[in-house]
């Protein structure tokens, strides 16, 4: 059975640092493409980052580039988003996707596979 299992949320203060986790399995990680996504409350979801099957190539939305950073060990079947300098927006429920092909992540196509979510919540 697929599964994407989120971890490593939490509450942070503003400027402070999360790494979350994402573990695979069920289905052959590295024939993936895979990004992180947010869900403020209230809000749709959103694309954060994305990654390629190798992690050759990334993309991050302007309000996280510089400050975020995502990976992959295909090794573990395990994707990362390393979250720097956090602000209050970033406050949302963080779920990792898997997609077949990358321009389903830029381009909102619908399916893949989706974890639960871990949330982070950025506050004083």
């Known amino acids: 059975q697929v599964q994407l299992v989120e971890s490593g949320g939490g509450l942070v203060q503003p400027g402070g640092s999360l790494r979350l986790s994402c573990v695979a399995s069920?289905?052959?990680?590295?024939?993936?493409?895979m990004a992180w996504y947010r869900q403020p409350p209230g809000k749709e979801r959103e694309l954060v980052a994305a990654?390629?099957?190798?992690?050759?190539?990334?993309h991050y939305v302007d309000a996280v580039k510089g400050r975020f950073t995502i990976a992959r060990d295909n090794a573990k079947s395990t994707l990362h988003l390393q979250m720097n300098s956090l602000r209050p927006k970033a406050t949302a429920l963080y779920y990792c996707?898997?997609?077949?092909?990358?321009?389903?992540?830029?381009?909102?196509?619908?399916?893949?596979?989706w974890g639960q979510g871990t949330q982070v919540t950025v506050s004083e």
């Open positions: 996707r898997a997609a077949e092909y990358y321009t389903d992540f830029l381009y909102a196509v619908p399916g893949g596979y």
């Open positions: 069920g289905f052959t990680f590295s024939s993936y493409d």
């Open positions: 990654i390629t099957k190798g992690g050759g190539r990334t």
